[in-house]
């Protein structure tokens, strides 16, 4: 992979160019090039401020799945859509949800039918960037030369949260019970206000003096040797994924590796 030129920090195998409109890019040119950049002494000051998201592809939008299916971006409409498709979840989850279960607040709905495939307002983002990593490498339909983990400051949520004048994204930590994976995973998820492009957002707050969003690609030809050295860390899908699907996605990348 090509390095740009134009960078203010650069390690072993990779470089930070400086940040535009709040999103900072770094660009690891292997896989060991990414886990310098994490053992960077500045990256490890900074790291449990931050947190992580993995995609297969450098061009997804950082966007909801609710948001995708809907093309409008009129407010009023998509808080009606929310409020609609949050009440017939609650409506169908009635009886399937085991002997008694406890009152769940609107979040932790949301929350429990993200796990379950639900189209809903948030985003998974976890604490750790190997679990990320490992997300984004996941899957190999990856459809550019570089997968991404993004890494969003938290300290977006106090600046915002100070600032009366601004809509707030939220960080949320919702560990439910019929939920084991966030757990594994390390999880949380983000909101945006009106379900906003967490990199839109990014850019609406771009004048604070730390990093905002970090973009950090890694060659996606470095998916195999990624994922076993994810794997000799205990991250893979039998750990992630603490069910049969996980039992099964295991299976399936072991017979892989034995056939190579």
Known sequence: MEINSNFIRSGNGWRESPKVEGVSLVECQNWLGFIEFLHDEKTLRNNQGYCFRGQSSETWDLKSTLKR??????????T??????LTRFKKYCIGRRGLNPRQLEDNEYWALGQHYGLNTPL????????????????????DTENVV???LSKSVDKEINNDENLDKLQFLDL?????????NQKGLFVRTPNMECVETYAN??????YVVLAKILIPKSE???ALDSLDKMNIS???LFPDLTGAAHFTNYIQKRDCR
Not at 69 to 78: A, G, H, K, M
Not at 80 to 85: A, K, L, P, S
């Open 123 to 142: 985003l998974d983002w976890t604490d750790s960037p190997y679990v990320a990593a490992f997300f984004a490498f996941h899957s190999d339909n990856s």
């Open 204 to 209: 609406s707050i771009a004048d604070k003096p």
């Open 149 to 151: 983990v993004w890494a």
């Open 175 to 183: 560990n439910i019970d019929e939920n084991a994976r966030l757990i």
């Open 223 to 225: 998916r195999i040797f």
């Open 237 to 239: 899908s039998l750990t």
């Open 80 to 85: 009606q859509i929310e409020t609609d498709v």
């Open 69 to 78: 299916q809907i093309q409008s971006d009129d407010v009023s409409q998509l």
